[in-house]
Nanobody, 125 residues
Framework: QVQLVESGGGLVQAGDSLRLSCGASGRTISFYAMGWFRQAPGKEREFVASIARNDGTTYAGSMKGRFTISRDNAKKTVYLQMTNLKPEDTAVYYC???????????????????WGQGTQVTVSS
């Protein structure tokens, strides 16, 4: 089992950049595919990006080209670099870990067994 803690959220203006971090404790994250999801007020949680054990990545369509997911297994940390932020990116962002999925970069929340508590990102216009 791995425990996850997100950080780096905050209040920014439209067009700004922000980098979220997800620190893990417990098992090494090299055994896990890692992902980021987000949930805006009144909306369901949605997939943002994921990174496989071999560093293959998958992005939601609206985030492709603006967001970059990366991982540092030695530091047990996963990052989400967000650029050109828009007000519609406002949400609580969650980090998640998926075990036992080979080299895939999963996109369904049901594939992820460990979740962080979330970090708030607010983008003002």
């Amino acid at each position: 089992q791995v425990q996850l803690v997100e950080s780096g959220g905050g209040l920014v203006q439209a067009g700004d950049s922000l980098r979220l971090s997800c620190g893990a404790s417990g098992r090494t994250i090299s055994f896990y595919a890692m992902g980021w999801f987000r949930q805006a007020p009144g909306k369901e949680r949605e997939f943002v990006a994921s990174i496989a054990r071999n560093d293959g990545t998958t992005y939601a369509g609206s985030m492709k080209g603006r967001f970059t997911i990366s991982r540092d297994n030695a530091k047990k940390t996963v990052y989400l670099q967000m650029t050109n932020l828009k007000p519609e990116d406002t949400a609580v962002y969650y980090c998640a870990a998926a075990y036992g999925l080979g080299l895939s970069a999963p996109t369904f929340s049901a594939d992820f067994g460990s979740w962080g508590q979330g970090t708030q990102v607010t983008v003002s216009s």
